[in-house]
């Protein structure tokens, strides 16, 4: 079947909501991934940089921001707390997420999810995406707090008009795929063609299985060859699969059409990708 396994995606949403991507939208545990892999390098360059410019450039955020994260992977949470805090204080929106990561996960004070969220949002307010994100998840896997689907939309929207065009794609998929009150397949293809806007192949990949099966758009198959070749020329992952089955089922001429109406999305979108034999 075609599509199927966009479709499954569907079937997993609550995965893809909660899960995070990115070093900002997970906290500490990207912190930890971090630590194992860049602390050494980078406190040395941190070293470096400090002692060449002073101590007004050592005091600057992203200094502050290092030297903060470089505690953290010491274990040293309270003297990283106390940095990030002054950090956020000077205005830096990752400083005040991380604050709000330490209070969700009680490193050096302690476990306070209300607290968390504040800081969270202080984040969004300062700009972060990945907090407006981060407070979506929170309230779309109620978990920590009462399930508010309204509340998780909204934090969405407010991380895709921050640039954050995986916020988007999951509203297109809480919209199109998700059981409740709020499902409007519509209004899922609508947020798809902002994250495509955006570049987002996975988007991308989802607006070709809209068009495809006519489910929140009107069928268009040249639409959904197009979106589909785009999708995989970028990188995801299922696009290949979904690109390949749908266009043997299509003619000589509906192909040369998709490909046609390809090479507009590329104009349209100012995309370059590589060159792959394999697609014809």
Request: net charge neutral; hydrophobic share 40%.
């Given at each position: 079947?075609?599509?199927?396994?966009l479709?499954?995606i569907?079937m997993i949403?609550c995965?893809?909501l909660?899960?995070?991507?990115?070093?900002?939208?997970?906290?500490?545990?990207?912190?930890?991934?971090?630590?194992?892999?860049?602390y050494?390098?980078?406190?040395?360059?941190?070293?470096?940089?400090?002692?060449?410019?002073?101590s007004?450039?050592?005091?600057?955020?992203?200094?502050?921001?290092?030297?903060?994260?470089?505690l953290?992977?010491?274990?040293?949470?309270?003297?990283?707390?106390?940095?990030?805090?002054?950090?956020?204080?000077?205005?830096?929106?990752?400083?005040?997420?991380?604050?709000g990561?330490?209070?969700?996960?009680?490193?050096?004070?302690?476990?306070?999810?209300?607290?968390?969220?504040?800081?969270?949002?202080?984040?969004?307010?300062r700009?972060?995406?990945?907090?407006?994100?981060?407070?979506?998840s929170?309230?779309?896997?109620?978990?920590?707090?009462?399930?508010?689907?309204?509340?998780?939309?909204?934090?969405?929207?407010?991380?895709?008009?921050?640039?954050?065009?995986?916020?988007?794609?999951?509203?297109?998929?809480?919209?199109?795929?998700?059981?409740?009150?709020?499902?409007?397949?519509?209004?899922?293809?609508?947020?798809?063609?902002?994250?495509?806007?955006m570049?987002?192949?996975?988007?991308?990949?989802?607006?070709?299985?809209?068009?495809?099966?006519?489910?929140?758009?009107?069928?268009?198959?040249?639409?959904?060859?197009?979106?589909?070749?785009?999708?995989?020329?970028?990188?995801?992952?299922?696009?290949?699969?979904n690109?390949?089955?749908?266009?043997?089922?299509?003619?000589?001429?509906?192909r040369?059409?998709?490909?046609?109406?390809?090479?507009?999305?590329?104009?349209?979108?100012?995309?370059?990708?590589?060159?792959?034999?394999?697609?014809?």
């Amino acid at each position: 079947m075609i599509f199927r396994v966009l479709i499954a995606i569907g079937m997993i949403l609550c995965s893809q909501l909660v899960c995070a991507d990115g070093v900002d939208s997970s906290g500490g545990r990207a912190l930890s991934t971090y630590c194992e892999k860049s602390y050494a390098n980078d406190l040395a360059i941190y070293r470096h940089i400090a002692g060449q410019g002073g101590s007004a450039y050592a005091k600057s955020n992203d200094l502050g921001m290092m030297r903060a994260q470089f505690l953290y992977c010491e274990q040293k949470y309270k003297e990283a707390f106390e940095i990030y805090k002054k950090v956020c204080d000077r205005g830096d929106d990752a400083s005040c997420f991380q604050v709000g990561a330490m209070y969700e996960d009680g490193d050096g004070v302690k476990k306070n999810i209300e607290e968390a969220i504040r800081w969270y949002e202080i984040a969004m307010e300062r700009g972060s995406a990945a907090a407006a994100n981060k407070l979506a998840s929170v309230y779309f896997d109620g978990i920590v707090v009462a399930k508010d689907l309204s509340k998780a939309i909204a934090y969405y929207t407010r991380a895709g008009e921050l640039g954050d065009s995986d916020a988007y794609y999951t509203l297109g998929l809480i919209f199109h795929f998700y059981d409740s009150a709020q499902k409007d397949t519509v209004k899922g293809v609508r947020f798809f063609k902002r994250a495509a806007q955006m570049k987002n192949p996975k988007a991308m990949n989802a607006l070709g299985s809209a068009y495809w099966s006519g489910i929140g758009v009107q069928k268009n198959a040249i639409r959904a060859y197009a979106y589909s070749k785009l999708a995989w020329k970028l990188g995801d992952v299922f696009a290949q699969d979904n690109f390949e089955q749908l266009a043997r089922k299509m003619t000589d001429a509906e192909r040369v059409d998709g490909d046609l109406m390809y090479d507009g999305l590329l104009r349209e979108l100012n995309i370059q990708v590589p060159i792959n034999p394999a697609i014809k």
